[in-house]
């Protein structure tokens, strides 16, 4: 459990009269690649249109958990073309939004430091920073060659542990069923 992290929230009280605990919903932060994916024009390609594909399904059961952004996430959507950001932009409306803290900017320095990823992936690594120090269930995303990266994610896991955090479980659409999993 990480320092003084909010979530996850496994467990709340199940109310006055209760016998005991139920379990909470699980928390996902929704990195930009996600919203992306989910507004895009349709495409030919057909492993990009497989991810939409399972992008429009996993979000459309997506009131199942408790869904968090970043300040990064909404500057990322913002940019491009106009009209793709308002579409981006309105399927983000409502979720919540997670602040950059010392221990998130501590968290992202450490991760570009220690070879969890790359220099030039200074985003990533404060959408990692993010999900983790806040203690967040799931990080999901499309971002393969960064983030989502089997190579990466011992070492990301590592330098989280190294901090003093839970990193997140990190994944796809396509590797979070539909539904609260808990």
Avoid at 6 to 21: D, E, I, Q, T, V
Avoid at 83 to 89: D, Q, V
Avoid at 148 to 169: D, H, M, Q, V, Y
Wanted: proline share 5%; glycine share 8%; hydrophobic share 45%.
């Amino acid at each position: 459990m990480s320092r003084g992290a909010p979530f996850p929230r496994r467990y709340h009280s199940a109310g006055r009269g209760s016998l005991g605990l139920v379990a909470a919903r699980a928390s996902v932060y929704v990195e930009t690649s996600v919203v992306s994916y989910l507004v895009a024009r349709p495409t030919r390609d057909i492993v990009l249109a497989a991810h939409q594909r399972l992008t429009r399904t996993w979000w459309s059961s997506r009131s199942a958990f408790d869904l968090f952004v970043s300040d990064f996430v909404l500057d990322e959507a913002r940019a491009g073309d106009a009209s793709a950001a308002s579409k981006r932009l309105r399927a983000l409306r409502g979720i919540s939004t997670l602040q950059v803290t010392p221990d998130v900017a501590r968290l992202a320095v450490a991760l570009l430091t220690g070879g969890g990823l790359p220099a030039k992936a200074t985003l990533d690594a404060f959408h990692v920073a993010i999900a983790t120090a806040n203690g967040v269930d799931y990080l999901l995303t499309w971002n393969c060659k960064h983030i989502a990266n089997a190579t990466l994610r011992g070492k990301i896991e590592g330098i989280c542990r190294a901090e003093g955090f839970s990193a997140p479980a990190i994944c796809t659409p396509e590797e979070l069923p539909p539904g609260n999993p808990k």
